[in-house]
């Protein structure tokens, strides 16, 4: 008896704490209590542990009630039965959090997930199973299946985590938007979907379990909605509530792609249709995108950032305004739960896409008043009073009396996010870079591999999916006659790798990747083998495997043939088809193998001559954690494509050089009419992502961080850099009688840079004053509010800011407020008038009397800094007004008949604020500071070539007769510049140079700097007659000058197309401009002609280059060019003469007389020969002499049997 009572005491306390979820035909019913239920998806392995309590917590303050998140199979299980669920993949721990945090949850098994995961969430080892078939009644699929979902389901159980054991979980989800793609199983996918259904319902979770996209979704299953709009989905049954799994606040962005955004407005208006329309339960997919990291993208060619425009962004900031406009909206339906649960629904058409829905319970009612018209608002009586709704609109009201929330009225801030440089103390603002190549000789000279086999593989098969890289390499001979030598020839691979490099002998012949989401298509390319051993090497990339359509599984991948290389015999074209050849195979690179990008990885890296531009490299770098809780990024632009880690975490693929086109984006966006992924795209001609997340739990927040980075296609490290992002400005627009609360998450307001009640014009970061406006101080008012405080709420009302005349419209606030650090700052310059006066004019009053003065003090100059952001207060505009008339003030010192120094800069110092820099320089993304920074050196060359332009065109400098008599280029960069290593060492060879190439005819100078480069080089002239030339390799595009004489652009950066030349040029037929080319692949032109008569024969000669691209002038030489050697095939019979220019010929290098093959340069003996030593004879009649003929005879050679055919003598002599 008494451990009876034991037994049922503790049944009974289990069961205080278990929830009982089910359901009707309204809602989800929570311990018999039906709910509205918002909730949103974070999925775990797209963020950090460390990330997921801020998540959760803010997700929770932005009104969810729940956390939804997909399982990852091929996560917990990358090899058949060896599971993990550590760091991101601790699902129980992010259901623990999401329990801490008091939020329910939502379980999608699956285990199929899509997601754009790689592989839809498959296992790739899944399909190597034989005779596997996913999704369908294959029994292989559905033991495997059945087996990782039974463990989750245990794993969950074992914690106690579903709420009938007390936990977070309401629901749970097996398969997933099966609906879709149903029709091509036939009869077995309705026969799996019921087995998914009573499979799952036999795990016994005490939730209910849905389906989405299932409208045949098996009893008990509910079946869901996914999509942009669901207000019009009907359930498959009465007793099932209406429900939406996928909400789409944005979209996905794949490589080559613009950024997508879904507008507030239109998010707000599909979610109010929906409750409107009888749904209970919204899930926003996503609610926190993330981050794809390592290998988990999917696709093909879905970016790393999975930040989907959704309400929190990619790093867990605010995505404002539509994080604050849908918490109003879920605090309006929650107040409303009871009647949108309860009440009796009628609804009122009113024509013209207007309605009125009512719920109506014995207590309250509640009214939503909705308008589809995209075009015009509609006015819409009831119960006595009018209501306007806008286009595109559905305005709530609690009471069915006063609305309190219309989803087209944004009443929350926009917050504009800026990046910030790496401010931590030491961090250097470039990066020192080590590097190694990746070891390919095995593959590329021996083409040696793991397996061979006479047929191709598709990449899964071979890879398992555990890396990105599959060599395929096949070795070819060839004999000395064979007909594919010496003739046209071309490799032709029909291919489905993502992206596929080719080498032939070791060369590299070139890549291609898809385009336009076509990954079938063929690379062809023109190549040369020799007789003998040939080796082809191809290395195909995956850049995320597909995870979406019916039979994905079986979409190919890699290089599935045929592969074939084409020559030509005469006029006919030999194919040989290399498909069956034995072909070997080797995954992954040597690099991963051996761990390089560990930060204790022990392998050989090299500080010097750190090359650009060159494919499969690896670089390291080390840097500082910025400062502060700011989330980081690390800014790759500069680079290909490649892989990145941070402290050995993989933070993903990048692939900064695919560009998205320049079509397709809006500067404006109109919400009105339902969105699609093509509507309201951003981010057109640039590259599809810059910049990439690194968790600041993979950073040492003291001591040194490891960057390392594999390059596959050739990339400059020298510009990335780390960056943090933050709030930098927030702004409104807000009509009168609404309450605006302003934010800069955490951090001060620190000023109001724009604010005007009335009627303003423009946009968030553009606003101006309308043709109305308060006669009260509207910017004091606010900076009384606001300023100093990190948030302040605002009453819009004309009791604060004043009552303008509007003539009748709705007066609104608009309000620009800027965060701490952020502010570009006004300043107002001061002096004192000789005479008194006030203004402009003042200043210039007193420059004559001060330039008077300066002269009878005995000077001969007057020295002037030039002030940037007193000229460039805004970007491209300008102020050369009143005391900042510098032409004016220089030719008052000219009108003094005194010298002037004009100290550009733009760097002023001068105790000047900011330094005389801009600070909109300061806030351009990526921007750093006087280092070979593109955007700044973009922006400093546009500033000093404006000023100089400005001066020479009134010839104010010396050589037009002008007084300036010297120039300045930065200032005191020598006192700083240590901190900035080797990037500030070509900073300033960059400076001079861009000074020099402005031609202002007087001397450049800069101060205190020690090692202040001639911006110029100088050389000795070569030896000789020789003609000259230099090689300008390196360089990007600009001018050059010998001595002053302009020997003409250069523009080596100009790569010639892969395609079109020839090995052998065939002279029958008629030229033309596109017959027997050369050079593909090469710069258009490298060296460049410097006559004779340019240079001194005596002396220093002086190159200047004006580089307008950028570029590396430490590869520049001077050359000469003669005649290396000289050849000749000549039939018998005739005579030849060989002369190497005035020089001795030195050696006969071949020398054959009978049927030779092959042409200048790469001779070899044919079939017949003469018996007498050809080349001693030549070299008898030949070396040591400036020319020689030669009687090609058999009396001289000998008579060799060539049957027949014409005997020929080729010889080849070396000068």
Known sequence: MVYLRVLLCFLFVSSVYATIVSHDGRAITIDGHRRVLLSGSIHYPRSTPEMWPDLIKKSKEGGLDAIETYVFWNAHEPTRRQYDFSGKLDLIRFLKTIQDEGLYGVL?????????????????????????????????????????????????????????????????????????????????????????????????????????????????????????????????????????????????????????????????????????????????????????????????????????????????????????????????????????????????????????????TEEESSCFFDNGNENSDATISFQGKSYVVPAWSVSILPDCINEAYNTAKITTQTSMMVKKPNEAEDSPLTLKWSWRPENMDNFLLKGKGESTQRQLFDQKIVTNDQSDYLWYMTTIKFKKRDPFLGKSMSLHVNSTAHV??????????????????????????????????????????????????????????????????????????????????????????????????????????????????????????????????????????????????????????????????????????????????????????????????????????????????????????????????????????????????????????????????????????????????????????????????????????????????????????????????????????????????????????????????????????IETYVFWNAHEPARHQYDFSGKLDLIRFLKTIKDEGLYGVLRIGPYACAEWNYGGFPVWLHNMPGMVFRTTNKAFMDEMQNFTTMIVDMVKKEKLFASQEGPIILAQIENEYGNVMGPYGESGKSYIKWCANMAQSLDVGVPWIMCQQNDAPQPMATFKAPLGNDPAVVDLLGLGKGTAWINGNNIGRYWPAFISSENGCAAKCNYRGAYHAEKCLTNCGEPTQRWYHVPRSFLNAEGDNTIVLFEEMGGNPSLVSFQTTRVGSVCANVYEKNLIELSCDRKPISAIKFASFGNPDGSCGSFEKGTCESSNNTVDILTQECVGKEKCSIDVSTEKFGAPDCSGAARRLAVEAIC
């Open 500 to 861: 596929l490099h080719a080498f032939v002998n070791g060369k590299y012949i070139g890549n291609q990747h898809a385009e336009n989401g076509n990954f079938n298509y063929v690379f062809e390319k023109d190549v040369k083998f020799k007789s003998g051993r040939n080796v082809i090497a191809l290395l195909s990339i995956t850049v995320g495997l597909a995870n979406y359509g019916a039979f994905f599984e079986s979409k190919p991948a890699g290089i599935t043939g045929p592969i074939f290389i084409t020559g030509r015999n005469g006029d006919e074209t030999i194919v040989k088809d290399l498909s069956a050849h034995k072909w070997s195979y080797k995954t992954g690179l040597n690099g991963f193998e051996n761990q390089l990008f560990r930060t204790e990885s022990i392998s050989k890296w090299s500080v010097q001559n750190v090359p650009f531009n060159r494919t499969m490299t690896w670089y390291k770098a080390t840097f500082k954690a910025p400062l502060g809780n700011d989330p980081v990024v690390v800014d790759l632009l500069g680079l290909g494509k490649g892989t990145a880690w941070i402290n050995g975490n993989n933070i993903g693929r990048y692939w900064p050089a695919f560009i998205s086109s320049e079509n397709g984006c809006t500067s404006k966006c109109n919400y009105r009419g339902a969105y699609h992924a093509e509507k309201c795209l951003t981010n057109c001609g640039e590259p599809t992502q810059r910049w990439y997340h690194v968790p600041r739990s993979f950073l040492n927040s003291e001591g040194d961080n490891t960057i390392v980075l594999f390059e596959e296609m050739g990339g400059n490290p020298s510009l990335v850099s780390f960056q943090t992002t933050r709030v930098g400005s927030v702004c409104a627009n807000v009509n009168e009688k609404n309450l605006i609360e302003l934010s800069c998450d955490t951090k001060p307001i620190s000023a109001i840079k724009f604010a005007s009640f009335g009627n303003p014009d423009g946009s968030c970061g553009s606003f101006e004053r309308g043709t109305c406006e308060s006669s009260n101080n509207t910017v004091d008012i606010l900076t009384q509010e606001c300023v100093g405080k990190e948030k302040c709420s605002i009453d819009v009302s004309t009791e604060k800011f004043g009552a303008p005349d509007c003539s009748g419209a709705a007066r609104r606030l608009a309000i620009l407020g800027m965060e701490d650090g952020i502010l570009e700052d006004i300043f107002l310059l001061a002096s004192f008038s000789d005479e008194g006066d006030s203004g402009e004019n003042a200043y210039q009053g007193m420059w004559p009397d001060l330039i008077r003065k300066s002269k009878e003090g005995g000077l001969d100059a």
């Open 108 to 360: 999608r098994i699956g285990p199929y997930a899509c997601a754009e995961w790689n592989y839809g969430g498959f296992p790739v080892w899944l399909h190597n199973m034989p005779g596997m078939v996913f999704r369908t009644t294959n029994k292989a699929f559905m033991d495997e299946m059945q087996n990782f979902t039974t463990m989750i389901v245990d794993m969950v159980k074992k914690e106690k985590l579903f709420a009938s054991q007390g936990g977070p979980i309401i629901l749970a989800q097996i398969e997933n938007e099966y609906g879709n793609v149903m029709r091509p199983y036939g009869e077995s996918g309705k026969a799996y979907i019921k087995w998914c259904a009573n499979m799952a319902q036999s795990l016994d979770v005490g939730v209910p379990w849905i389906m989405c996209q299932q409208n045949d979704a098996p009893q008990p299953m509910l079946n869901t909605c996914n999509g942009f709009y669901c207000d019009n989905f009907v359930p498959n049954n009465p007793n099932t509530p209406k429900m939406w799994t996928e909400n789409w606040t944005g979209w996905f962005k794949q490589w080559g792609g613009k950024n997508p955004h879904r507008t507030t407005e239109d998010v707000a208006f599909s979610v109010a249709r929906f409750f409107q329309r009888g749904g209970t339960f919204n899930n926003y997919y996503m609610y926190h995108g993330g981050t794809n990291f390592d290998r988990t993208a999917g696709g093909p060619y879905i970016t790393t950032s999975y930040d989907y425009d959704a309400p929190l962004d990619e790093y867990g900031n605010l995505n404002q305004p539509k994080y604050g406009h849908l918490k109003q909206l879920h605090d309006v339906l929650h107040s409303m739960e009871r009647t949108l649960t309860y009440g009796n629904i009628s609804t009122i058409d009113f024509g013209n896409s207007a309605s009125a829905t009512i719920y109506k």
